[in-house]
């Protein structure tokens, strides 16, 4: 199922909750922290008692040898409260810390195999950028908020309440007074939160749209190029660009009004305690530590206030960034391992393949067939070429034998098991794909062969790499086998990339062989020598070829002509010629002249 492109957003920070299961590993961790976190609370609300106490017992008693040890004992009871302070907070903003970068990382990492395990529809509706906005830019977000924003809250949270506990003990009269003045601060300021998490989320997809535009460009930077479209991608981007840049102006500005409310409240709030506390002094009613008591306390829960309207607005932001990933891991691919899936041992014997009835349309164009009634069978170690207009449905049997979709119709047999009754990895192990687009990985050119088999040995990519005739243009280049082969295999040819690709569809060694037009991009020296490397590899192997140069397909066991998702011909390029059918003339304008 794609995610959705934009939706609207929920209205509170409980989508937060759906980190839980990534959180819940590390509960000893988050015990220690919260420990840690009580101790350093508890010590910064001891500092105001020991103060007021060093205010009242030292500089207002008498200057004799007993005060003046009675006042270097307060000041270092000060001194082991802020040692305690120091160290507890040490200890909790590391654990914190780790904490944030570790659920990141398991976040990051299961969203990331979760997207590889969905099916081409996904992408079909989810732009690539996307996905890498979500990997990132969201993921930061998280990562901001569990490994510093909601630890800070939580600390302030604890403390303001401590404190607002301490003032109701020390001086009750004037409390009740504050509190009144904090839920006029706190109750507007939360609803006014929620339209700044709005704006949060609407300023995340914006940045998102611009992300998918630049990946979606600099994947294609020749085309661009070549259509001298760089000012125009440039200027699509820039609109992109600057709407995120509007919904984030809004979205600051609607934090700026939030943060000047809380700070303008939480002032209100320590100015009426430090007034009330002051004529309490005046009356009687309050001793001069006290009154310094009372003002620390009353700073304390001022600034614990003002910091949990910052977090608060963190917290917004990282719901929208959280409702966004659980959106991708929600993602369910509609093409999956059955449960009790049928298993398939390996084989090195060719396989056998039938195909029954199949009908298919892709979920993007649910009115035109891709296939209609196709059936064919394909006996073991047969070599078979599927020929045909473009459009006929040659690569979308391909991604069907893969299942990379399943048909709305029919069914496909390897050896005798419907595929859909196999575990995915039991059945793609089983095949071989060279794709007419070589797939080119930014690593070294023996890692690209070795994909094909990760525990190949050395000499088995070397052996699969001559067999592919890439042995001397891998040799030739400065690192030799470990050359890095650049983005996208950039450093080669087009001939060069396919035979890395051929060398490694060798390696696999599966029993069905999947070639889409593997020799279109080699010329006719490179061609005559894969084309020969081919027909050795074939040998053992169940062969499918997709081929629009029919020369490449005449000495195939047999040749099957498709045209709107049927079969239409079918034999040897000879006798498929004398039909005089659609082969004939699809050959006639290949060889003509």
């Known amino acids: 199922m794609p995610i959705p492109q934009q939706r609207p957003a929920a209205g509170a920070p409980r989508s937060l909750s759906g980190l839980r299961p990534f959180v819940r590993p590390y509960r000893g961790r988050i015990a220690a922290a919260i420990a840690l976190l009580a101790l350093a609370s508890v010590a910064t609300l001891l500092f105001p008692l020991a103060l007021g106490r060093l205010i009242d017992a030292g500089l207002a008693a008498s200057s004799d040898a007993a005060a003046a040890q009675a006042l270097q004992r307060h000041f270092l009871a000060l001194f082991g409260v802020a040692v305690a302070l120091g160290v507890f907070s040490a200890g909790r903003f590391y654990l914190v810390s780790w904490l944030g970068e570790r659920v990141t990382a398991d976040l990051r990492n299961a969203v990331y195999a979760h997207v590889l395990r969905q099916s081409p529809e996904f992408f079909e509706t989810t732009q690539t950028g996307e996905v890498l906005s979500r990997l990132t830019t969201d993921t930061t977000l998280v990562q901001t908020v569990v490994g510093s924003s909601f630890s800070l809250g939580l600390r302030n949270a604890v403390m303001g309440l401590g404190a607002l506990a301490m003032l109701v003990w020390t001086h009750p009269g004037v409390m009740g007074q504050v509190l009144l003045v904090l839920l006029l601060v706190v109750l507007p300021a939360m609803a006014f939160g929620r339209r700044v998490r709005r704006l949060s989320r609407a300023s995340q997809d914006r940045v998102a749209d611009s992300s998918a535009i630049a990946a979606e460009v600099l994947d294609a930077v020749p085309v661009v190029q070549s259509y001298t479209a760089e000012a125009r991608e440039a200027a699509r981007f820039d609109r992109a660009t600057e709407q995120a840049f509007a919904t984030s ?345």
């Open 249 to 593: 102006v809004r979205r600051n500005r609607a934090r700026a009004l939030l943060v000047a409310f809380v700070i303008i409240g939480t002032a209100a709030l320590l100015l009426w305690a430090l007034y009330q506390g002051t004529q309490a002094v005046l009356g009687g009613r309050m001793t001069p530590g006290q009154l310094g008591q009372t003002v620390v306390y009353a700073v304390i829960l001022a600034g614990s206030v003002a910091v949990l309207g910052e977090v608060y607005g963190d917290l917004l932001r990282a719901a929208g960034a959280t409702e966004r990933l659980m959106e991708l891991l929600q993602a369910s691919s509609p093409v999956r391992s059955p449960d009790g899936a049928a298993s398939l041992a390996p084989s090195a014997k060719p396989s056998a393949l039938r195909i029954e009835g199949l009908r298919f349309h892709y979920p993007s164009r649910p009115d035109t067939p891709a296939l209609a009634d196709l059936t064919l069978d394909i006996r073991p170690g047969e070599t078979v070429a599927l020929v045909g207009p473009s459009g006929a449905g040659k690569s979308t049997l391909f991604q069907l034998l893969l299942r990379f979709y399943d048909p709305q119709q029919g069914r496909l047999l390897l050896d005798g098991v419907p595929i859909a009754s196999l575990r995915l990895a039991d059945l793609r192990d089983r095949i071989a794909l060279v794709p007419q687009d070589p797939v080119i990985f930014s690593a070294s050119a023996r890692e690209n062969i070795r994909y094909g088999r990760p525990g190949a040995s050395d000499e088995e990519v070397l052996a699969a790499a001559r067999g592919a005739y890439a042995h001397d243009f891998i040799g030739a280049l400065p690192g030799g086998y470990d050359s890095f082969l650049g983005e996208r295999g950039v450093r080669l040819s087009g001939g060069q990339r396919q035979r890395i690709a051929i060398a490694r569809a060798m390696l696999k060694a599966a029993p069905l062989l999947l070639l889409d037009e593997a020799t279109s991009a080699l010329d006719a020296q490179s061609e005559r020598m894969v084309q020969a490397a081919l027909e050795s590899a074939m040998r053992g192997r169940t062969t499918l070829v997709i081929a629009h140069r029919l020369a490449t397909v005449q000495k195939a066991d047999r040749i099957v002509v498709l045209d709107h998702g049927r079969v239409v011909e079918q034999g040897r390029h000879e006798e498929l010629l004398a039909a005089g059918g659609l082969y004939a003339r699809l050959a006639g304008l290949q060889f003509v002249g």
